[in-house]
């Protein structure tokens, strides 16, 4: 009931009275891989040059957003932004980007420039990941799909993970995390495979893998590689960042790969 009453009768009202302005009055860029005190630090420098500006700093789930504003001075809007655009720099590719643009997007965006391709496996996650594509419109373009394979007969019969794989090393490995995301890409027919298997909580773990023990399969046209993460948590935040850290991954292993061919091509 409030929004339609918000929308149509105080907003017009806000704005007769010039309480509203037509833009944010910050610029915010997202960072993911490095702590708070991490982004701190490698803007300090050229943040302190700049006494009026105001540092905001928000965390969620491995996400950092930094938020640049001056509301005590008429600071100009291009300048706020090459203050961005510095901050930028000195935070390499921690960087994600400008406003609430997500890891699934600039993903999608490096994909379709390259008419490529990308499929998903999650075990732990329970589909998180795919629905991290399904939010854009005109994922389909990019991404192929996903099994949800939770149990361990659906990791070898719809990715055609060998069944040695899980006896010998164990359905949270990974090897296993390599399999399925092999398995993704090759059975729904994508460039690219991403899977994830772990141990989300409060049960389960073991020695070599306690709760909260995450690994991710990454499968690429120049290579396959995993890695594996651990998060302290209830079950849903351990679910939500280890997505995110597979998203981060891969979008990094991107960009490295966009450099990569960059400077082969400039040679």
């Known amino acids: ?70 509301p005590s001075t008429n600071l100009e809007d291009e300048e706020l932004m090459e203050l961005a655009l510095a901050c930028r720099e000195l935070l ?19 994909l379709r420039k390259s008419d490529q391709t990308l499929a998903v496996a999650e075990s732990c996650t329970g589909g998180l990941m795919g629905n991290a594509f399904t939010d854009i419109s005109g994922a389909s373009k990019v991404f192929k799909g996903g099994v ?26 990974g090897e296993c995390a390599i399999a399925m995301a092999s398995g993704a890409a090759e059975n729904l027919s994508a460039d690219y495979g991403l ?41 849903l935040d351990v679910k939500a960042r280890a997505v995110n850290a597979a998203l981060d991954w891969m979008r990094r292993e991107l960009i490295y790969q966009d450099k990569k061919h960059r400077r082969d091509c400039s040679i």
């Open 148 to 173: 949800i394979c939770y149990a361990n007969e659906v990791k070898v019969l719809q990715l055609s993970v060998p069944e040695e794989i899980i006896k010998q090393h164990g359905a949270v490995s």
């Open 1 to 70: 009931e409030l929004i339609p009453m918000f929308q149509n009768q105080l907003v017009p009202l806000l704005k007769d009275k010039s309480f509203c302005v037509q833009a944010a009055n910050y610029v915010q860029i997202r960072v993911c891989g490095i702590g708070e005190s991490s982004v701190e630090e490698l803007i300090l420098p050229i943040v302190k040059k700049k006494p009026s500006v105001e540092v905001a700093l928000c965390v969620h789930l491995g996400i950092v957003d930094l938020r640049l504003s001056c």
């Open 92 to 110: 390499g590719d921690h960087f994600v980007g400008f406003g609430e643009v997500s890891l699934s997007e600039v993903i999608f965006n490096i």
């Open 195 to 235: 899977s994830i298997t772990g141990f989300a909580g409060p049960d389960g773990g073991n020695a070599n893998n306690p709760v909260g023990t995450i690994h991710i399969g990454f499968y690429s046209p120049f290579g396959v590689w995993a890695k594996s993460v651990r998060y302290i948590g209830g079950r």
